[in-house]
């Protein structure tokens, strides 16, 4: 088995060393970079990464493009802000020298995210399993806005491993909010919008707080100190805006029609 470790970036000069040091073990390490402005792309030479332009289309689109480019049949997908842990790195090798008629079509990882300089265990952020180590053959990227994943085919087989990916997810608070406005929440309503959903008054008044209260008590944030009560807050902050953004695209829709 040979596997081709692949990495979308953008503007990622503060993390793309680090996670690209964490796969020094695959086989081809391929970075699809989409016209970053900073030293990203110097870096990434600078470590031994096969390194492609391609203009940014989305996420999916992103990956997509980047295992179709990858010289090896299985894939490992990772984030310029995840590194893969000693733990994980060992997993994979001792996968690697099995027989391919062994495995299953693809693993999912758990993943663990470091927020606020915190491990975060609680509030539905762990495990977080994530389909990132698959055989390219048997699935590719869907095809949405936000949250992309692989979809496999319907006779693939799906195992788990053990060991984490580590995922340093935000690096303050302040880029959390920045992120919710600019990103995040208008990309889910926009999905939430093309798939037909829709929205009312009640649910933009109550979501945010039936969010927080899910996340913070009900999945144990509160556990996580001051980390898992900004967690929560955002979550509902998050939840709240994609519902008003919704809100006022079926307005506009309304109005035309």
């Known amino acids: 088995m040979k596997i081709s470790a692949c990495i979308i970036t953008f503007n990622e000069e503060a993390n793309i060393a680090n996670s690209l040091r964490s796969v020094e073990w695959a086989d081809e390490i391929l970075v699809v970079d989409s016209e970053s402005t900073d030293t990203t792309r110097e870096i990434a030479q600078s470590l031994g990464a096969k390194i492609l332009i391609n203009k940014w ?27 893969v842990s000693e733990k994980l790195k060992k997993e994979i ?26 491990v975060i265990r609680h509030g539905g952020w762990y495990p977080d399993y994530q389909l990132r180590f698959f055989n390219r053959r048997k699935g590719k990227w869907k095809n949405v806005l936000i949250h992309e994943s692989i979809q496999m085919d319907e006779n693939a087989t799906v195992g788990k491993l053990k060991n984490d990916i580590l995922h340093y997810s935000v690096p303050n608070a302040a880029y959390h909010h920045k992120m919710i406005g600019e990103r995040y929440a208008p990309l ?66 309304d109005s035309r029609s």
């Open 188 to 253: 889910a309503a926009r999905q939430m919008f093309e798939r037909g959903k829709r929205t009312t008054v009640s649910k933009i008044v109550t979501t945010g707080m039936t969010t927080f209260l899910q996340t913070y008590i009900l999945k144990g944030g509160f556990r996580d100190g001051l980390a898992g009560f900004c967690i929560a807050r955002f979550a509902a902050q998050h939840s709240f805006l994609k519902h008003l953004l919704l809100w006022e695209m079926q307005k506009k829709t």
């Open 57 to 83: 289309q989305g996420f999916s689109h992103q990956k997509q493009f980047a295992m179709d480019q990858a010289s090896n049949d299985w894939i490992f997908s990772l984030d310029a802000d995840e590194i």
């Open 93 to 118: 090798l001792n996968l690697k020298n099995l027989s391919e008629s062994k495995l299953a079509d693809g693993f999912r990882i758990p993943r663990l995210s470091i927020y606020m300089n915190r």
